[in-house]
Structure formats: structure tokens, C-alpha cells
């Protein structure tokens, strides 16, 4: 009898839910298709915990969900039924699938949280499931991204597709006249769950197939030329159309857009919080790259890339949503703490205990050094065998500056693999063909914000990089990881020069921290209630100009002068400019105008193996030009000694955290 109220009582808990139905539409989503839309009805006794959970592939456990929507997400969800929209995912190389579940207010538990301590659904009391929805064909090439290579007449394209069958890169100048374009080979790579490290990132919560890398090298460009390409094959399929300007290191100009920390956009609720201001800091890159017409640029991201930390989707959140920049621009990077950080790995200096934490959530480089292919050779062993960390350190001319990115995460003191690169690297600048060296690493040598966890690590940088910055006359070095913007005197070891001295500012490197691209998690910089005269963390006479807005710098320089600008999301105006003079003199040079009121002039060097190219080269009238040029330069700046005082933002500053 028991059994058959059992019997009875199933029937009709299936009745109910089979009662309740899911729609997703379209199935199967073409190109154009941007939208998807989801729809239940019947769903009895609704509660303000339901929700829908997003899976692929459909063969997930109920537990390994991607992310979820809150059916209250609708107007009319007390009604049991209701509609909820999605913008187009990333095609994930396999079908998605929508599964209804109910999430019972009683059941709301502490134990089971996401990165906010907030309670993750359980995947318990599934009442619906849709059917399968295909976004896109997973045979052709998605999240392409390009980056210069070892030689200046080559580009280097990365995307994914997957399958690992061969696809080339096709290229050529008339876009119209594809029958003239050259075609090259591809390599390929893939990384496997057990390379991951630890979990989430080789859990079945985080893991997912991440496809297959392909990577193919545009070779013999000519400098300065609008090329056209696109990749693929012609029994799986074409990209589209894409096209970008070739290097050409006799350009007299130079412009890029640098940040770190920018993070990723996920359009649904997932286990950690994503990063929507990224979103702005691409719609506004992605205006001034448009404004810029033919001229050429790159990125700069400097560490703290997607914020995967272990769920890999994230990462292809991320390559579909910097493809409208990084298709046509190249996208340079360098390592963060949340690429790569995990206790395995094999740096482990004495000082770095509580610095080289769990940042990366198991992923421990690999999805980097796999998805990006930075010019160079670095490559370090991967603390648990799997492939080699890539991408440390490198460097490349871009017209008229220098630029070097290093890795903080691994070993750069006196005698690493890295500091004589480094060091070898700033040796052989040629300051006659650029003028200016833009030094990168993603944790700040310097910031005011109160980094006491990195204090022992800004004591080694302090004392192994600086020298080397300041003897080689690094013009600028960016950093992230603080997510705010700030930018100090030119200086080392925490001194300012005195802007009165002649040549002062030899050997002085402007430091900047630019990683307020969309990582959020930070509290406000402003005054505590009863203490409403001191801020949190004062600002100190070093330290020229903190933002607290997100956003991102500008870089425009000429053979004269490296302009640096800090552009806010909030309204993509410039908040914040400094310039700085090169020294040299062409032909039809002048002292360059005062931007915005805010300012800096570098002097050059007299002394030492970099010094200038004029001054190494003699030349009496050379040298009187200069004199000439320097007095009248500081002769200026000494009136306009009141820039340098400093420039607050009216908006509400903010303190960052380390992330
Ligand atoms: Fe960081």
C-alpha cells in the first residue's frame, strides 16, 4: 500500500513537472542573432529563489552549471511564468542548455558560496529542461587576436575553433582582390584538464574543453600598410574579414592604449563577480581606435586579464568581447597574479610566502601561456608538469618608444633568466631610433594605496629594478594590480628631483598604476565619518594625481614627446595628462604645448653610456641647441612650477585594493 501511494505521489510530482515547460529560442543562433530568449510557464507556487541555470555542455551534472538568472528577473514570475533575455554567448564549442530548478528559501545555505560568500544554487528540484541551443558552428574560427612577433614585417593571429583539423591565415593588401593574397600555415595547441593545477580550474565546475589554439604568422608585410586577412579553411569555413596596419619602425609616431585589471563581462550570475565596467573600457578604446583612421596602435594589458580564476568560459567571455579591438589591434599582455599564482609553482622566494598566493584558481599560467603568444622566448616549467608558462617577458619597438613587459610573478632579482634579460634588453636600446622606453610589469613598485601585503615584494622590486630603470633611463613604468590610477613625480627611491636643478630629471622614470580597467573590488577612498579631515590613505607630495574612476591611458608619442593620458568610463574625457620631453630636436621641433594645464618635462642626460645620441655623437652646434633648448625648458617650467602641485578630481577619489 505504501509503495502504491509512492507510485501515486511520483505520477503526480511528474504531472507537475511536466506541467511546467522551458523554451529557449532560437535554437540555433545564426550570426545575426543577438539575443536569446527564455520562457517557462507553469510552474506552480513560484518562489523568489527560482531560477534557471545555464549548462554546457548539455551533459553536465545538474551541479555544474555555468550560471544562473533569478526567474523574479521577469515582471511577471509570481505568475509562474515569464520571459528573460540573454545577448549572444560565446560560442563554447559544444550546444548549450537551460535547465528550471526550484530553490526553496528554506534550503538557502552559507555552506555553498560563490567569491562574495553569497549561497550558490544547489542544482536540486530540476522541474524543466529546454532543449539544446547552438550557438554558432564550432568549426569555424571565433576570439581572434593579434600581437606583433619576433620580426617587424610579421603578425602573429591567434584564434580558436573546435576541431584541430587545418586552417591557414590568408592575407593580402586589396582587400577586393583576394586572388592576390598570400596564404600561411597555422600551429596548433590545446591544454588538457589534468594540466590544470588545482580546482576550480580542473574541477568539473570549472573545466571546460577549451579548444583548440590556432596560430598562424603573417610573414613579409610592408611597414605601414592596411592589410587584410581572414582564417580558416575552405571545407570548415571562413572568419570574416579583418584587416590591421603593419609595423613600420621608421614611423615618427607612436600610440597605444594601456591598463591592467581589466576583467570580463558575463551576462549571468556565475561563482565569481565579472567585471561589467570592462565593457566600458572597450567601447571607449574602441571609439579612439576607430578615430584614429589609418594610423596604427596596440593594446597593453598589463596583468589580470579575464579574472577566469578556473572557470574557463570566462576566459571565452573574454576573447569575444575584446574581438572588435583585438582583431583589428594588437593585443599585448603580461602576466598577473590571477594568470598564474598557485602554491606549486617554482618560484618561491623567502619573502613571497603570503604574496604568491591561490590567485589563479588552479590554472597556474596555463590558460595564458596557451591563449596568448607574446613575442620572445620565455617559458618557465609549470609547477605541476603540465606546459610551460610563456609570455614572461619581452620586448618590441613601436615607432618612436621602446617597450619592455616583464613578469612579476616570477623571478626577477640580480642573476634570473629575467633580470638579465631585462637588464641586457635596456642595454641595447637605441635611443636615436626611440627616443622613449615604456617599462610594464603588473605589480606596482610604487602606490600609495595601502599594499601592505606586496610590501616585501615592492621592497625587492625596489631593490633590484630600480636601478636598472634609473640607469637606463626608463622614460615611464606602468603597473596594475591596484585597481585606481595614479601617477607620481619622475623619481627613484621615493624622491622626487628637484625640479630646479638643471638635468634633473636624468634617470627618473615617471611611475604610473593604471589598473582601474574594470576590476571593481575596492573600497572607497574617502574620508572615515570621524575623521573627515584626513583621508584614509594621504596622499603623498610624490604622488601627482590619483583617479578613482575606471578607464584606461593613451599614449601618443612623437620623436620629441611621450604624452600619457588617463581617460575615465565615466564620460571618456581626459582626466589627468602628462608630457614628456625626449630632448631631441628635429628639424622642425619646438618646445611641444602645455596640455591641459598638467604637465612634466623630462631633461636629458649628459652623463653615462645612454646618454643621448647628440651628445654621444659631438657636434658643437648640436650641443649648443641643446643648452639651448634645456634652459629655455626649465626656464619655462619654472614658471609653471604650480602644475606639478597637485590635480584633484572632483569626483569622489577611491582607495584600491591589491587584486
Ligand atoms: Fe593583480
Redesign the pocket.
Known amino acids: 500500500m505504501f509503495l502504491l501511494f509512492l507510485a501515486v505521489a511520483a505520477l503526480a510530482a511528474g504531472e507537475a513537472a511536466a506541467a511546467t515547460t522551458l523554451t529557449v529560442t532560437p535554437a540555433n543562433l545564426a550570426a545575426s542573432d543577438d539575443q536569446i530568449t527564455i520562457r517557462w510557464s507553469g510552474l506552480p507556487d513560484p518562489d523568489g529563489l527560482d531560477y534557471v541555470a545555464i549548462y554546457s555542455p548539455p551533459s553536465s551534472r545538474d551541479f555544474d552549471f555555468l550560471g544562473y538568472l533569478f526567474l523574479n528577473g521577469s515582471a511577471t514570475w509570481r505568475q509562474g511564468s515569464g520571459e528573460l533575455k540573454l545577448p549572444r554567448l560565446p560560442t563554447l564549442r559544444a550546444p548549450y542548455q537551460f535547465r528550471l530548478f526550484r530553490w526553496p528559501a528554506k534550503e538557502y545555505s552559507y555552506h555553498h558560496i560563490d567569491h562574495d560568500h553569497n549561497p550558490l544554487p544547489h542544482g536540486k528540484h530540476r522541474v524543466a529542461v529546454s532543449g539544446e541551443v547552438q550557438v554558432g558552428d564550432p568549426a569555424l574560427p571565433e576570439q581572434l587576436h593579434l600581437a606583433f612577433a619576433n620580426n617587424v614585417d610579421e603578425m602573429r593571429v591567434l584564434f580558436v575553433c573546435g576541431d584541430s583539423g587545418k586552417r591557414v591565415v590568408r592575407y593580402g593588401l586589396d582587400k577586393e582582390n583576394e586572388g592576390q593574397w598570400k596564404e600561411v600555415g597555422t600551429e596548433v595547441r590545446t591544454y588538457e584538464q589534468k594540466h590544470m593545477c588545482d580546482t576550480p580550474a580542473n574541477s568539473s565546475v570549472g573545466w571546460r574543453d577549451p579548444g583548440f589554439v590556432f596560430d598562424g604568422l603573417m610573414k613579409e608585410l610592408e611597414p605601414g600598410k592596411r592589410y587584410f586577412y581572414k582564417v580558416g579553411s575552405a571545407s570548415r569555413g571562413w572568419s570574416d574579414t579583418y584587416s590591421f596596419i603593419s609595423r613600420d619602425t621608421e614611423a615618427n609616431e607612436t600610440i597605444a592604449f594601456l591598463f591592467g585589471?581589466m576583467g570580463t563581462f558575463v551576462p549571468y550570475n556565475t561563482y565569481i563577480r565579472t567585471e561589467i565596467e570592462s565593457l566600458s573600457t572597450m567601447k571607449w578604446i574602441l571609439r579612439d581606435i576607430q578615430a584614429l583612421g589609418d594610423k596604427p596602435a596596440f593594446i597593453s594589458h598589463i596583468?589580470?586579464i579575464s579574472y577566469a580564476r578556473g572557470y574557463s568560459w570566462v576566459w571565452d567571455h573574454f576573447f569575444s568581447q575584446i574581438e572588435p579591438i583585438a582583431a583589428n589591434t594588437p593585443y599585448h599582455v603580461c602576466i598577473?597574479?590571477?594568470e598564474y599564482d598557485w602554491p606549486s609553482q617554482p618560484w618561491k622566494p623567502w619573502w613571497g610566502a603570503g604574496i604568491y598566493g591561490k590567485d589563479s584558481g588552479g590554472e597556474c599560467g596555463i590558460p595564458y601561456s596557451v591563449k596568448f603568444r607574446m613575442p620572445g622566448n620565455s617559458n618557465l616549467p609549470t609547477g605541476n608538469g603540465g606546459p610551460d608558462t610563456r609570455n614572461l617577458y619581452y620586448s618590441f619597438d613601436s615607432g618612436v618608444v621602446h617597450f619592455v613587459f616583464m613578469s612579476t610573478e616570477t623571478d626577477f632579482v640580480k642573476g634570473s633568466d629575467q633580470y638579465n634579460f631585462l637588464k641586457a634588453d635596456l642595454d641595447k636600446v637605441n635611443r636615436t631610433r626611440t627616443p622613449f622606453v615604456v617599462f610594464q610589469g603588473?605589480r606596482p613598485m610604487y602606490t600609495s594605496s595601502k599594499e601592505s601585503r606586496d610590501a616585501a615584494l615592492k621592497q625587492q622590486m625596489l631593490h633590484h629594478l630600480e636601478p636598472l630603470l634609473v640607469a637606463y633611463n626608463v622614460t615611464v613604468a606602468l603597473w596594475?594590480?591596484v585597481h585606481m590610477y595614479e601617477r607620481f613625480c619622475p623619481m627613484k627611491n621615493f624622491q622626487c628631483l628637484d625640479t630646479s636643478s638643471s638635468f634633473q630629471y636624468l634617470g627618473a622614470p615617471v611611475h604610473f598604476v593604471i589598473g582601474m580597467a574594470g576590476k571593481d573590488s575596492q573600497p572607497l577612498w574617502q574620508p572615515r565619518h570621524n575623521h573627515p579631515e584626513v583621508p584614509i590613505f594621504p596622499q603623498p607630495v610624490r604622488s601627482m594625481y590619483r583617479g578613482g574612476q575606471f578607464g584606461y591611458t593613451r599614449l601618443a608619442a612623437t620623436r620629441e614627446k611621450l604624452t600619457l593620458m588617463y581617460v575615465g568610463n565615466h564620460d571618456g574625457q581626459v582626466h589627468d595628462t602628462v608630457e614628456i620631453f625626449s630632448g631631441h630636436i628635429s628639424s622642425n621641433s619646438s618646445v611641444a604645448d602645455v596640455v591641459d594645464g598638467t604637465k612634466l618635462g623630462t631633461g636629458v642626460s649628459t652623463k653615462g653610456k645612454n646618454s643621448p645620441w647628440y651628445l654621444r655623437t659631438g657636434g658643437s652646434v648640436m650641443f649648443a641647441l641643446l643648452l639651448g633648448f634645456v634652459f629655455g625648458f626649465l626656464v619655462r617650467r619654472k614658471k609653471e612650477a604650480a602644475h606639478w602641485t597637485l590635480v584633484k578630481n572632483d569626483e569622489s577619489c577611491e582607495l584600491s585594493q591589491?587584486?
Open positions: 585589471d596583468g589580470d598577473g597574479n590571477h603588473h596594475g594590480h591589491y587584486h
